[in-house]
């Protein structure tokens, strides 16, 4: 049989935007192979080449997982916005959020188009839509399958997929992800933005921090529920007693397509430490949300310092 390694990346990305979980993602691209291993006496070229067997086999795979699964999202899907003062409520079950993930597990083309396909705003936005209709809006709006490629692989009519292409497009244009840039490691303008924050984060220098966030910028902290919009509220949070984070350093990393980095904290013997992943959106020239990922001993493993 032939090998399914080369195509892990991918599928993995296709699973990603199907449950939003990279978790989830990469158990489901293992099961992947292990059926397609199982059923390789049974393979037919006929039917389609050895990638469109796989995403045949994800799909069915992330479908049978969608069943009984409660949509994951982000705090801004959850509830109205907090206010400053706001304490935080009893953490919100795993199972309901987008989670980050690695570009390197996900992109096996690092463009600026396909990371803004795995941005947090727009796999969150994907999570509104049916099952299958977001299997038929990724494969051909951002996989760019063609219409007849993706009827055979979900085993139904080109009109078929086109009705549920139309319908799903509405439905993504109803909840529209927040503007974004991806990452652009080239971009003057973007890394002077980047650059600037991360040095008035390191000095705790709250009036140059708010200056560079947009009017209605955001925040939220999964897991929990809390979340502000506003950059006076932003500021009122930032000046809070207790809320310093002096010492603290923020180290790049590649996660979601977008801006993002550890947020690291000395310990008592001086050596700094992972205390939460933080995935940035950028928009305009400002930092328009920041989703500040608590619990890093578990995202540490997919995203080593």
């Known amino acids: 049989m032939w090998e399914t390694e080369p195509y892990r990346v991918e599928l993995t990305g296709y699973c990603y935007r199907m449950l ?33 067997w796989l995403y045949r086999i994800a799909t069915n795979v992330c479908l049978d997982m969608l069943r009984s699964a409660q949509r ?60 299958r209709q977001r299997a038929v809006l990724i494969l051909r709006d951002v996989l760019c399958w063609s219409a007849e490629e993706t009827a055979r692989l979900l085993e139904t009519t080109v ?27 080239d971009d003057p303008a973007q890394r002077d933005l980047l650059d600037r924050y991360c040095a008035a984060f390191e000095r705790h220098d709250v009036e140059t921090l708010v200056s560079l966030l947009h009017e209605d910028a955001t925040t939220s902290m999964p ?17 809070a ?41 950028v928009a305009g020239g400002a930092v328009t949300d920041t989703v500040t990922f608590l619990d890093a001993d578990r995202w540490l493993p997919m995203f080593p310092l």
């Open 20 to 52: 939003g979980s990279g978790f989830e993602a990469e158990d489901a691209v293992q099961e992947t192979f292990v059926r397609a291993w199982r059923a390789a006496d049974r393979y037919d070229a006929r039917r389609g080449s050895p990638r469109t």
């Open 72 to 131: 994951r999202a982000l705090a801004m899907d959850l509830g109205p916005a907090s206010k400053p003062g706001d304490g935080f409520d009893a953490p919100v079950p795993d199972e309901r959020w987008i989670h980050p993930v690695p570009d390197s597990r996900v992109l096996p083309e690092d463009t600026a188009v396909q990371r803004e396909t795995i941005r947090l705003a727009f796999v969150a936005a994907l999570q509104h839509l049916p099952p």
């Open 159 to 185: 009109a078929s997929v086109n009705s549920a292409l139309q319908r799903s497009r509405a439905t993504l244009r109803s909840h529209a992800p927040a503007p974004g840039e991806p990452w652009r490691p």
């Open 223 to 239: 897991p929990f529920a809390w979340w502000l919009r506003g950059r006076e509220h932003l500021r009122q949070v930032m000046l």
């Open 241 to 281: 007693p207790g809320a310093s984070c002096d010492g603290a350093r923020l180290v790049p990393v590649r996660a979601n397509g977008s801006p993002a980095f550890w947020q690291t904290r000395p310990g008592p013997d001086g050596t700094h430490r992972p205390f939460a992943l933080q995935v940035f959106t």
